[in-house]
């Protein structure tokens, strides 16, 4: 029955929105789909959400966690301050937001995660704005625009996991479909910063300025007396990732079936099949090492690499099974007779006889309804990945534009007010939704949808497969 797939979901939206923890609901709003169904409880648990969470968990706990240990790394570390600051002292306060947005940016292309993008970006950001008496609204939409926009799924190559989550659907790697992913992350930038110093000039010639000083932000700038390893040094472990990953994926051929060629375990040998995450996995922990070994006298001094290590660890866990219980939930909500009809329409929408614009439909919804840009993908892609790939081979649609199609649109309606990162960012900046999410929604929302959609357009009059 779609009436309780449609109950299921009011009722997931309704928690995430209210902030409750999704590893303890998504079985709860998913067990209630399925008893409305008239399927077991206890079967619909075991069978099929655990497994398949346990499933997800195998697949990208890795990811999850040396990606989370290598963000608290260049936290606590001080290497993601330096690049913030070297940023921000380059461009400085009449450029703050340009500023403030490539400063987010690099860090995320770079590897580090979201949140921690933000705390280091934030006290560089404010002080920028008020020396350039910029209004501190528009602060949230100008970090939100490099660290949630076009780095985390447009860019080709982006180590974020909503880039990788679709490689294990399609069969394709974090470089898919490059000149979409390029053009795509241009337009972004260039119309979310527009917007932003379009907002600016309105806002400052109605009499707004930086408004209410943030007493955080002195004491965050010069926080310690301990000198920073310099931009350049900081930059090298984000490089790092970077570009051993590309070498891993794209210019060394066949390395991940070599190691299964020359292990000793026949019988692993036999039954493993090279994974896409594998070059990810190995850059991250070469980033790793690299940060720990270029800011060993910042660690010595504050004596916190122990913390940082630690804190990665743990915070990773709770990523982790927050998606995962969003992809048992969604393989539940598949297995029911009424997740049938929603199919028949999603797979409907056959505007220009492409896939893309179904799974871009299809993939905002699910992470609008969830808050989650990983948790709506991997639900969308869990239910339909296998059609959305059948369609494409048989329109002979390249399965790379499918993933970046995939990866751009989670990065859309993700970011409704009930996103836990918008939360977060609002926190972080002492602001509130009121006042900052129109244009924190403008750029990290509504930007990213409609430039996919066009792109999608454009692409398909064109015929470009790549």
């Not at 209630?32 to 997800?56: H, K, Q, R």
């Not at 602060?139 to 780095?151: K, N």
Request: overall charge neutral.
């Amino acid at each position: 029955m779609v009436l309780g797939i449609i109950l299921s979901l009011a009722l997931l939206t309704y928690i995430a929105y209210k902030g409750y923890s999704v590893i303890l609901f998504a079985p709860v709003c998913a067990l209630v789909a399925a008893v409305i169904d008239g399927n077991a409880i206890m079967p619909s648990y075991t069978e099929l959400f655990m497994i398949n969470a346990v499933t997800y968990v195998k697949n990208f706990f890795p990811v999850f966690l040396l990606g989370a240990v290598f963000g608290k790394v260049m936290e606590d570390s001080g290497a993601a301050r330096s690049v913030a600051k070297a940023i921000a002292g380059t461009l400085g306060p009449q450029r703050g937001i340009m500023a403030v947005v490539l400063a987010a940016a690099v860090l995320t292309y770079g590897g580090v995660s979201l949140f921690v993008v933000a705390f280091a970006v934030y006290p560089f950001a404010a002080a920028l704005f008020e020396q350039a008496d910029y209004p501190r609204r528009l602060i949230p939409g100008s970090i939100a625009l490099g660290a949630f926009g076009f780095t985390m799924t447009a860019t080709p190559g982006s180590p974020q996991i909503q880039n990788m989550i679709p490689a294990k659907y399609f069969n394709t790697d974090a470089f898919a479909a490059p000149l979409f992913g390029i053009v795509g992350a241009i337009i972004i930038f260039a119309v979310g910063v527009a917007w932003l110093e379009y907002r600016k000039r309105k806002m400052i010639a109605a009499g707004e300025g930086y408004g209410e000083k943030d007493t955080r932000v002195q004491a965050a700038v010069a926080k310690d007396d301990i000198p920073d390893i310099g931009a350049g040094l900081a930059c090298l472990p984000l490089a790092t990732v970077l570009v051993l990953n590309f070498i891993l994926t794209k210019v060394i051929k066949d390395w991940d079936s070599a190691i299964m060629d020359k292990t000793a375990n026949l019988a692993l040998a036999a039954k493993v099949v090279p994974v896409a995450n594998w070059a990810l996995i190995i850059a991250l922990i070469a980033g790793i090492v690299l940060a720990i070994i270029l800011s060993g006298r910042q660690f010595k001094a504050r004596g916190n690499l122990q913390t940082a290590l630690n804190a990665g660890a743990i915070g990773s866990l709770l990523a982790i099974m927050n998606t995962a219980s969003e992809v048992g939930y969604g393989n539940v909500i598949r297995s029911l007779s009424g997740f049938t009809t929603v199919r028949e329409a999603l797979m409907g929408i056959k505007i220009l006889d492409t896939p893309l614009i179904s799974e871009s439909i299809a993939v905002n919804v699910l992470a609008g309804i969830t808050g989650s840009a990983s948790g709506g993908m991997s639900i969308a892609l869990e239910a339909m990945g296998a059609e959305y790939l059948n369609w494409a081979n048989a329109v002979g649609l390249n399965p790379e534009l499918l993933h970046r199609v995939a990866a751009m649109s989670s990065g859309g309606f993700d970011t409704m007010p009930h996103n836990g990162a918008v939360i977060t960012l609002l926190a972080i900046c002492g602001m509130t939704h009121k006042k900052s999410y129109p244009d924190l929604g403008m750029v990290s929302l509504v930007v990213p949808f409609l430039t996919t959609l066009v792109l999608i357009v454009i692409w398909t009059i064109l015929g470009l497969q790549f």
